[in-house]
């Protein structure tokens, strides 16, 4: 493989990561090339040696998500994290995403379930007073606010829960990276 070839894989594995980032890889990979160059190695060696681009540009991919994880916890970092890691090997997306799929869904049902809660709280709240329930218009605000503290309680706890599996995440895709860069990089 020429290092034009083994650069259009690698930008093309890089698709959807911001244009600084892919520039700033791209200039590494092509310095590596021209050191190696310059020590005498051709082109098809360097390639070699590097591996295989697309899996390469996974695993820059992954590693990326991480970092952005790690630097800002929110939604979309968290679900770049979790596809940067699916996006490692196919034998981990087997494996892996009938499990994830399911904690997601799970997740998602209890988020739904906290939103109804606090809803219907606030319902409880806002309205019994008015329905004339059994101990009066005080136990329909003070169940009202009961179900929204709990429902809120409830929320705060699943979003510790669903940190907690994203970092897990990401260990196991650090670890994941680690068990295999020997391979991809034997001299390293």
Do not use: C
Request: proline share 5%.
């Amino acid at each position: 493989m020429t290092r034009a070839d083994f650069m259009a894989r690698l930008r093309r594995g890089l698709t959807g990561l911001p244009v600084a980032t892919i520039e700033d890889i791209a200039a590494d990979y092509d310095t590596h090339f021209a050191d190696a160059q310059a020590a005498g190695r051709t082109e098809q060696e360097v390639a070699d040696a590097l591996g295989n681009p697309g899996r390469l540009a996974r695993e820059l991919r992954a590693e990326a998500g991480m970092k952005k994880w790690e630097e800002q916890k929110n939604p979309s970092a968290a679900v770049a994290a979790v596809f940067a890691v699916l996006g490692l090997g196919a034998i981990d997306i087997i494996i892996l995403l009938p499990i994830l799929m399911g904690v997601i869904g799970a997740l998602f049902g209890f988020f739904v379930a906290v939103i109804v809660g606090i809803v219907a709280g606030g319902i409880v709240f806002a309205a019994g007073p008015f329905a004339s329930p059994p101990g009066g218009p005080a136990t329909a605000v003070l169940g009202g606010i009961g179900i929204m503290a709990i429902s809120t309680s409830a929320g705060a706890v699943l979003t510790l829960v669903t940190v907690g599996l994203v970092n897990a995440l990401v260990w196991y895709a650090r670890l994941h990276y680690r068990l295999l860069k020997p391979a991809i990089d034997p001299q390293g």
